[in-house]
C-alpha cells in the first residue's frame, strides 16, 4: 500500500481526495473513574483524523492505523462503543509501567493532568497500635498513611478476592500484595473486627486477646506495636511462675501443684481465664482449693461458683474439709426449698458447690449472683456446644472462669472451642468462622500449619501435665480417694436396709453379745455394700442407675484416652458382672478373671494383656486375682469396693505395683459418701495411724473384723447422707 501510495498520482479534476505520502500517529491518554481511554489519532501532513472518523477527504493507510490499534489491543485496550478503553485493573497497571514507555518509542503519546497525577503504590505506610488504657481496656489504633479510612473495607475485600490492586477514589492504584498491607488485613480477620471498626480505625477487643496479639507480634506480623502497659502486662503474664503467694502451708503441696496455683492465681489477677487440664491423679481439685484460698486471703468477700457432676459434689466437699476447713462452703443440692434457702443467704459464704443438673433446674436463682470465679469440672459436659446445661452454665456471672478436664479434646476440635467458650467467649472466634477455618479433612502440611497455630494461640491458657512429666514428684504409689453421692433411689435402698441391719445386730447383741456379733456382722453388711455399688446386684427389677458405676465409666473413658491400663477389683463378681455389660455398650475391651477361669486363659490373658495396647482395662474379683498375678503393665489400680483386710488390698494393687513397674501406680478407691464404706475406710485409717506408730504397717495383716468394738460397730451403722 504505501508503495502504491508513494508512486500515485491524482488527477486534477479530484479536487475533494488528499493523498499523502507521510502518516503519523498520536495517542491520547486520559483517566475515567473505572478504565483507561485512549483516543488515536492519525496525521497526513496537516490533515488530522480521528481513528473512528467516518467522513474524511484524506486516502487513509488502514494498514498503518490497524497496526497502531493492534498495539494497543495487545495492551488489553478493547473497542467498545466507538472508543479505546482499558478496564482490568491489573492490566492498567502493567500499561501504566511497560506499555506506556513502549508505545510512547514508536508513536506520539499525550497523557493528561489528572493521568499524569495517577501513581501505583507499591508500599503503603501501615502503622498498628495496641495498648491497654486506665480502663484496663484493650484498644487498637491503626492507619494507611493519607489513605482514607473509609476505603479500607473494599481495600481488605479486595485482597480477600485475590485482587493484585486496588483503585482509590483519588485515582492511585494500591498494590493489594504489599506485605504491609497483607498483615493488616489477616489481623483485622484473626481479631474478627467490624466493618465499622475499620473505617474507625480504633476501637477495643476482648482484654485476653492480647496473649494471642502477642503471640502474633512474635511470630506472624511485623505490623504490631504495642505499648508499655500492654507489654508489662504479657511480661507478668508470663512470669506466673514467678509469683508471690501468701499462703503459708503450700508445703503441703507437690511442686507442680504449687506452679499450678500459681498459673490460677495469675490468670485470675491479670483477668484471664484458663484450662487446667493436668491427668486424673495430679490433684486438680487440691489446686483449685489452694487457688481460692490465695484469693480469699487477699479479699475475704470473693465467692466462688464450683460447678460439678452430681456424683462428685461431696468429693468436692471432702476434699474442701481436708484441705480448707476454713473456707464457709455450701452444697446447693437436696430439695428446691432448700436450694432456694442456700442461694438467698450467701452473704456469710464464699464457697458454692453444685451439680450440672441441679444448676440446670436453678438457672434463674443465679441470674441475680455475680461470682468472682466459676470453676467447672468434669468440663466435657459442655463440649457440646448446642446442648441446654452447655448454654446454661455458659450465662453464669463470673469475673474468671476456669473449667477442669482430663480430656480437653475427645471427638471434635469443637468441643475444645465449647469449653474456651465458656473460660474466655470469643478467644478462638465465632463458632461459624472456627468450624470454617479448622473443617479439617486430611492432615497435610497445611493443616499441620494451621493447627500449630491453633496450638500455639490455645497453649497460654491449657495448663497440662501428666504423670510421666512429674513422675520424680510422685511416691511409687499415688493414693487417690474419690467419693461419690448415692443416687437418689440408691439412697432410699441404702437407708430401708441400713434400719434392718441394725435391728438385726441389736437383737443379736443383745442376746449373744459382742464376740458372736463380731462374727457375723460380715454377712449381714454385705447388702449395705452391694448397694452402695448398685442395687442392681441383688435386685433384679432395679432401675435407678448407680453413681459409682457412672464415676467408674468415666474413669475408665479418661484414663484410656491418656494412654493408661488399669486393673479393677471387687469382692463382688456380680458387681464386675454390670461393669462389663457398660464397657460392652462403651464399645471398650477388657479381660476379665474369676473363679470360673482356668489357669491356661489366665496366663494367656495376663500375656496379652501385658503385651499388646489393644486392652487396656482388666476386671479382677478379690479371690481369683489376689495373688499370683503379674501386671506391672498397668499403672492405674481401682478398687469399686472396700474390703476388710487392708491386707487383702494391698496384694490386689501389687498385681501392678511390683517389681518391673516403671510407672508411679496410681490407687483409686470409689467410696460411697456417708456410707459404710466411707467407715470401713476411717475404720482402716485409724487402726493404721495406731499400728504404724508401733510396729510398721502390722495392721495391714490383720482382718479388721477380728477387732471390731461395739463403738466400731454402731459407727459403721450410721448414715450421714440421707437427703
Known sequence: MNLVKKNMDVDASVDDLVVTKDIKAETYFDLRRDYIICDVKFIYDDKVVGYFDSNSSVLRDMEFESNVINDLLKYSFEIKDNKLILVDLEKQV?????????LSSKYVVYTTEKFKKLSVRK?????????????????????????????????FKSIKNKKKYYKLKNGDILNLEDEALQEL?????????????????HGSILKYRAIYLDSLKNTKYNIIKTDNLFDNLIKKFYAFKDSDLSLKDLRQLRDYQITGVKWLYNLDKTGFGGILADEMGLGKTIQIIYYIKQMLEENSSFKFLIVVPTSLAYNWEHEFDEFAPEIKKVICVGNKDKRIKILNNLDDINVVITTYGILREDEELYHNITFHGIIIDEAQNIKNNMAGITKVVKSMQGDVKFALTGTPLENSILELWSIF??????YLTSLTKFQSKYRIKDFNEDSELLLKGLSHQINPFILRRRKKDVIKELPDKLINDIYIDLSTEQKKLYAAELERVKREMEEIMATDGMSKARFLILQLLVKLREICIDPAIIYDDYHGGSNKIDTLINIINEYIANGHKMLIFSSFRTALNLVKERLDKEKIK???????VSSKNRINMVDNFNLYDDTKVFLITLKAGGTGLNLASADVVIHLDLWWNPQAENQATDRAHRIGQKNTVE?????????????????QNKKRMFSDKLIDGEVRDKNLLSELTEEDIKNLLA?????
Open 590 to 596: 477388657y479381660y476379665m478373671i474369676d473363679g470360673g
Open 667 to 683: 490407687v483409686i478407691h470409689l467410696i460411697s459418701k456417708g456410707t459404710i464404706e466411707e467407715k470401713i475406710l476411717e475404720l
Open 421 to 426: 467458650d465458656f473460660v474466655m467467649p470469643g
Open 185 to 201: 488485613e489477616n489481623l483485622t480477620e484473626d481479631l474478627e473486627l467490624t466493618d465499622e471498626d475499620i473505617i474507625n480505625g
Open 94 to 102: 502493567s500499561f501504566i509501567e511497560n506499555g506506556l514507555e513502549e
Open 719 to 723: 448414715y450421714e447422707n440421707k437427703e
Open 123 to 155: 508500599k503503603t505506610n501501615v502503622t498498628s497500635m495496641f495498648g491497654i488504657g486506665s480502663d484496663n481496656i484493650l484498644s487498637f489504633n491503626f492507619s494507611l498513611g493519607d489513605i482514607p479510612s473509609e476505603e479500607l473495607v473494599n481495600v
